[in-house]
């Protein structure tokens, strides 16, 4: 027993030594000091796009027991409760990192040794390149515009196109013009036309970016532009009238034809900056050159009428017999040839006399003149080739109406067309109509009170302003017939009591008699001159009223209100008062009168031609004796309208007279100045 115990004894002291030296190999285990050691390594140092894969080799002798890893420059504190762990396998473990920047890895072995290492990833690019466009003009130009293209990008620039229009990224795949790159990273295009055009780069990387420039400042139209004018008191305005896209630098003008802009002559011409219109003082052709800012030109050319110079050519003129149509061409090529011969630089020819038209009208029956029968077609169109005879002799046509005259001589309306309004009105069962025809003393009249009369005169002038280009419409002293003392109770003194009852029944003053029919002529000539201007501002409209201003204020004729027309505008172009008086007529001495009458204008509008009797060269003429004296009183009175400097123009009455033989002496005086002007 005792020796059992014994051994037991010895077992136990074996245990002890031999736990004693296992303790001894832990505590030398134990003082490991050592950090890990840890190693990063990135897959790829080149540029790319794509996530960079991180690599994390972690060792040491007493074994790994914590990896961590975050973005940025970390310390073990931040790490003691922060950061992402990573799983080893066989000491290795790996990170995708998305974004450059600077990455720490934490690592811990067994001993508690700790080891930071740090990695900086520069080499992921997925910024598209950096575009800038810039055209080497922005102020307008006539020629070719070069975009100068910048580029920049951290990895390197592998492609450039650009392409006209808005182009996406997708098109440039297999489309679009290739540039080179220079070695500053630029390169340009060059491009001729107005519009958006798109440039598209891609980096080494594969990121692609597209940007656009408009480019709008390439001009290589001339600019359109059309010359008017206008005449007052003896001087002309011209009008330049532009439209350009990069708009206008300059407008200069000089006096002739020059055509060439480059010709030397525009260094000597007149320059406009601050205003489209110049003022010129003689008749000619005036050339007027516009630059715009791109520097494209245009030459317009005008000439210039300073003064009028009308003869009137009636239907006294004309046969009642009418005209075949090389006839009529004939009679009017030598009325026309003989008017530029003397001197005249316009026609103004009477076409409806009485109701009746030398042109395809709408509304009155063609006249006896041409076809020899009222409303007999004559087979041609006379009108037009009067028009078109006079501007191939440089003549301006006017077209001469009466407004309200039906007959001369006669009140029988089967005299007329059964086509003429008048006879239509007469005969119709309608009676609302029966009035718009009256008949006074031995004549028939239109009714200038009608409504219906107004508006058929007013849609006939329409008509012959489009269809025919004509220059001006003319109205002569033809208005209300004189009606004597019994004006008030005659004529169209029905429509006037008509007005009279309403007005004052409305609780309003109702104008006086001569009154309503001025304003009745007035609204006409107005409703004219609006309708005229709508289709073709350039067209003339114009009235020769009888040459006494008082006549024209009596209570019992005419019934124009001239003083409103010359002092208002929107009435008419121009008035033609007919001084039909020698310088020394005791009642209406020529240069008295047309004092009077320049003297009654007061609107800026409204120019003023002077009407001359040349039908009474030469003649007897009981209370003006000096008209068979003198030899050259045509010639004074055109002299005098001139020297006032505010007469524009000359109409003489009529064309015949100038060619009788007692006259020539008259018209030999005349025509020595009157294209001195």
Known sequence: MKHIKNIMYLFTIFAFLIMLSNDTVIQAASKDTKAPAVSLTQDKKTYTKSAVKVTVKATDTSGIKTVKWASGTKDATYFSKNGTSLKLAKNIATVSIEKNGIYSFYVVDKAGNKKISTIKISNID?????????????????????????????AGIKTVKWAAGKQNSSYFKNNGTALKLNSNNTTAFTVKENGTYTVYA??????????????????NKAP???????????AATIKVSTKDTSGVKSIQYLKGTVTDPASEKWNNSNTLFDTVNFKVKTSGTYSVLITDKAGNTTVETLKVRLELRAVWISYLEFSNKGYSESQFKKKINEMFDNSVDLKMNAVIVQVRPMGDALYNSDYFPWSVYVSGKQGKDPGFDPLEYMVEAAHKRGLEFHAWLNPYRVTLSTTDYNTLSKDNPARIWKEDSSTKNDRNVLSFGSSLYYNPASKEVQNMIVSDIENIVNKYDVDGIHFDDYFYPS???????????????TYKESTTKAGKTPMTIDAWRRNNVSTLVRNVYKSIKAIDSSVEFGISPHGNISNLM????????????LSTD?????????????????????????????????????KMY????????????????????????????????????SVDGFLFFRYEHFFKDAMQVEVDNLIEILDKK
């Open 554 to 565: 009596a209570k019992d004729k005419y019934y124009v209100d001239v003083e409103k027309w």
């Open 483 to 497: 009606l004597g003392s019994s004006y008030k109770s005659n004529f169209d003194y029905k429509e006037y009591n």
């Open 610 to 645: 002077i009407g001359i009797a040349n039908y009474k060269a030469k003649a007897t003429i009981s209370d003006d004796p000096e008209w068979k004296k003198a030899n050259d009183e045509l010639k004074r009175q055109v002299e005098y309208g001139r020297k006032t400097g």
């Open 224 to 234: 359109a532009a059309s010359l008017s004018y206008s005449v007052l008191n003896q």
């Open 126 to 154: 997925k910024t598209a390149p950096a575009i800038t466009l810039a055209p080497n003009k922005k102020t307008p130009t006539n020629t070719s515009v070069k975009v100068t293209v910048g580029l920049k990008d951290r």
């Open 570 to 606: 929107g009435y008419v172009d121009y008035i033609a008062p007919q001084i039909y008086w020698s310088f020394t007529h005791k009642i209406c001495p020529f240069d008295d009168t047309v004092q009077r009458w320049l003297d009654t204008r007061t609107a800026n509008s409204v």
């Open 202 to 219: 891609m980096d080494k990387t594969g990121n692609g970016r597209i940007s656009e420039i408009a480019v709008s400042n390439i001009d």
